[in-house]
């Protein structure tokens, strides 16, 4: 239960710093889509683009 907590958060910021989504866990990517679109605007208002490449990228990862 920690790992998803700490973990995924970790990985979303490392992947927003490095413009990088394909390191971002397929438990992260779940834990990700369960966030409201509302939060992670506010989350990264600086970079509107982020989030919804974050959650196109999960929503693919989810499906393969």
């Known amino acids: 239960m920690g790992g998803v907590e700490l973990g995924c958060p970790n990985e979303v910021m490392n992947a927003f710093w490095r413009l990088e989504a394909g390191m971002l866990s397929k438990q992260c990517c ?5 966030v409201d679109d509302d ?4 989350a990264f208002p ?9 959650k ?9």
């Open 56 to 64: 196109a990228y999960c929503q693919i990862k989810l499906h393969n």
């Open 30 to 34: 779940e834990e990700y889509l369960k």
């Open 46 to 54: 600086y970079n509107p683009f982020f989030p919804p490449f974050i």
């Open 39 to 42: 939060c992670w605007t506010k």
